[in-house]
């Protein structure tokens, strides 16, 4: 199976503040097709999962432009501009590529 | 509005089998895959299979093999998930999730849409 390692498991921020989470694949993510099978998820207090980039780099509809995606192959980047209150809860990376689909254990993020 | 609305929480003991509802609203339900995540308490995410509504083809993780089925009801457009010989380690929290189309593509194991999730306990 494809191990997911993310860095920090958890991290404080103050708002309007930056944050970076990094994500590493045990396994090439890069598929013939041309495109990386690397998404980032945020699981917000007492909900359920939302998507927030898909394919390394591409934000869903509705996701603010201060959450980008960066990365290739094996090590990929969730960063947020400027945090604000409402980005509190864990982030998680998913690996598309290859089952079984696999998470990272999870990046904690809380408000300063 | 996209929906996916989970059955409530369920209690079994050791042995038995549950099923888990997942019914979809706003959108067609042939139309996009749905996989199953669970959570156990505390825990992070685990990919369990998806299913296509509108063939029935399924796919499951191997350490679900021979425990999950994963089947659906069109007219009702509700999706199921039945995991048997449970026992203390499947307590968690079971997610349907739907399967991601952007304008061009469809993708099966991107997740855009989740339901609230259902407990499942298994205790003795």
């Known amino acids: 199976d494809i191990v997911m390692t993310q860095t920090p498991l958890s991290l404080s921020v103050t708002p309007g503040q930056p944050a970076s989470i990094s994500c590493k694949s045990s396994q090439s993510l890069l598929h013939s097709d041309g495109k990386t099978y690397l998404y980032w998820y945020l699981q917000k207090p007492g909900q359920s999962p939302q998507l927030l980039i898909y394919?390394?780099?591409s934000r869903f509809s509705g996701v603010p432009d201060r959450f980008s995606g960066s990365g290739s192959g094996t090590d990929f980047t969730l960063k947020i501009s400027r945090v604000e209150a409402e980005d509190v809860g864990v982030y998680y990376c998913?690996?598309?590529?290859?089952?079984?689909?696999?998470f990272g254990q999870g990046t904690k993020l809380e408000i300063k | 509005q996209v929906q996916l609305v989970q059955s409530g929480a369920e209690v079994k003991k050791p042995g038995a089998s549950v099923k888990v509802s997942c019914k979809a609203s706003g959108y067609t339900f042939t139309s996009y895959d749905i996989n199953w995540v669970r959570q156990a308490t505390g825990q992070g995410l685990e990919w369990m299979g998806w299913?296509?509504?509108?063939?029935?083809?399924?796919g499951y993780a191997q350490k679900f093999q021979g425990r999950v089925t994963m089947t659906r009801n069109t007219s009702i457009s509700t999706a199921y998930m039945e995991l048997s010989s449970l026992r203390s380690e499947d307590t968690a929290v079971y997610y349907c999730?739907?399967?991601?189309?952007?304008?061009?593509?469809?993708?099966?194991?991107?997740?855009?849409?989740w339901g609230q999730g259902t407990l499942v306990t298994v205790s003795s």
């Open positions: 999730a739907r399967g991601f189309c952007s304008s061009t593509s469809c993708y099966t194991i991107i997740f855009d849409y």
């Open positions: 394919e390394v780099s």
């Open positions: 998913m690996q598309g590529i290859h089952p079984p689909y696999t």
């Open positions: 299913m296509n509504p509108n063939s029935g083809n399924t």
